[in-house]
């Protein structure tokens, strides 16, 4: 099975529930890149969009590569009436273009599904010299661990996907291993950021965001819906309402202007 088809099955499902980034996080990548009407950026991995529109106000040209069907035909409608966008209904392994094209390549909590080796060096070389990758990743945790929300979210866990693991909230620690990554594939100026926001939500509402993520559409229908159930009723149980504390952390880099 292929998790990563799992996003392409409910599209008005996830653009409702997975947030946006902020505008921050934008700004910084614009002022970072330099990004205007005169460049061109790819998007690896679109999904429904979610942090698009601010790049394709810039006026910059932006090609999107997404492998669902479904998506790939809801952000061509969502974002019709801008002329600077067109997506590819293709992988980024399997997307063909020719070297130095590209002023900006970003993904959004999606590089991840690629192979490593093939994906930084594959950007490294679509990219124009001086070029920006922009590579960033939402890691929302579900309340802190003294509220009584969480204790009863692990329960559910623990008795329908027992797991050796222990959830923790993103601090922050392996950003440095990240930034090394990329050093290693000859980019260069690495700048990391991080960023926290706050979502708050309702015991159905949350339910609906998990239905976003691959691994939870993928469990057997027997295990995903007692899951629920049991954590509809910790949260409906402690007041009806969830709290997320989302953590982005940022990487930026550079293509030299002179390769070796």
Partial sequence: MDLRLKFNEDVLNYDRWRPTYGTKIFDDIINYSKINSTKKALEIGIGTGQATLSILQTGCKVTAVELGNNLAEYVKQKF??????????????????????????YSATAFHWIPQDLGLTKAHGLLKPGGTIALFWNHPFVNRKNDPIHEEIRKAYNKYMPSDENPIEFDGSTCKRYEDNLLAYDFIDVTTKLYKNVRTLTSQNYISLLNTYSDHRALPYSIKKGLEGEIEEGIEKFGGKITIYDTVDLYLAKKPLLVF
């Fill in 80 to 105: 019709m009436t801008f002329s600077n966008f067109e997506v590819k209904n293709v992988d980024f392994e399997s997307f063909i273009s020719g070297q130095n094209q590209y002023d900006i390549i």
